[in-house]
Each structure stands twice: as structure tokens, then as C-alpha cells.
């Protein structure tokens, strides 16, 4: 089910504990364009189709990534594409904006999400594998 681009800023919002929608929105857009470049496929379009319109266009087209980058060189990326942010900040955005991607996605599709990741994605999504 797709969410309604309130309801998924309103999660974002909370989870990052942001003090203005355009914070948000920032956020969920860096991060998106982030993690569109990740993935391909059909696993891609099902992930865009549980997103609002423009933030699902936003993933389906992304930045351009040379190579899939590791969790932390991602938390980088997003800090380098963030005025003011840091790698703490950034980790909180990809956080805020990741888990409530997972939210959407549900079990399985996230679990197709995190095979075309490096390891260690799972923790950014908010839903660490056991060990």
C-alpha cells in the first residue's frame, strides 16, 4: 500500500525530530536519490510503488553511484549533499528516513531491499539481522 506523502513526512518528521517540514523533506529527498542509485530492478519499482508520487520518482531516478557504497560512505554522501550536516546528522537523516522506508516496504520487500545492499544496511533501515 502506498503511503500519502503526509503520513510518510509525518514518520520521518518524528523519527528525526525534525522542527520544519522543509528539514523533512530534505531529508527524505537526499536520502531517497541516496538509495535509488543502490537499487535496481524490479525491486526498485515495488519500492517506489509504496512511496507518494514524488518521492517514488525521486528514487526511480536517481543520483548516479559508480559502485554501491558501503553503509558509512553513504551517511557521507548524504552529509556532503546536506548544507550543514555532519556524519552524526546525516546518520540520524538516513535513519529517519530509512526505517520509515522499511515501514512501507514491509518484511519481504525489504528483505529483497537489503540483498542488493553491502552489509550493514540493515542497521540503517532500523532492522538488524540477528548474528
Not at 537526499?30 to 518521492?55: I, N, S, T
Not at 522506508?101 to 539481522?129: C, M, N, R, S, W
Request: hydrophobic share 45%.
Amino acid at each position: 500500500m502506498t503511503l500519502r506523502r503526509e503520513a510518510f513526512l509525518d514518520h520521518v518528521k518524528e523519527r528525526g525530530e525534525y522542527s520544519t517540514p522543509e528539514e523533512t523533506e530534505r531529508a527524505a529527498r537526499v536520502v531517497l536519490a541516496l538509495l535509488g542509485a543502490h537499487l535496481v530492478g524490479d525491486v526498485r519499482a515495488q519500492l517506489a510503488a509504496c512511496l507518494p508520487e514524488d518521492f517514488a520518482l525521486i528514487l526511480l531516478n536517481p543520483l548516479q553511484s559508480a559502485e554501491p557504497l558501503p553503509p558509512e560512505r553513504f551517511v557521507r554522501a548524504t552529509a556532503a549533499w546536506i548544507e550543514g550536516a555532519t556524519e552524526q546528522t546525516a546518520t540520524w537523516d538516513v535513519s529517519a528516513v530509512l526505517s520509515t522506508v522499511a515501514d512501507a516496504a514491509g518484511d519481504e520487500l525489504l528483505g529483497q531491499i537489503l540483498l542488493q545492499l553491502p552489509t550493514g544496511y540493515d542497521l540503517l533501515f532500523g532492522h538488524p539481522k540477528p548474528t
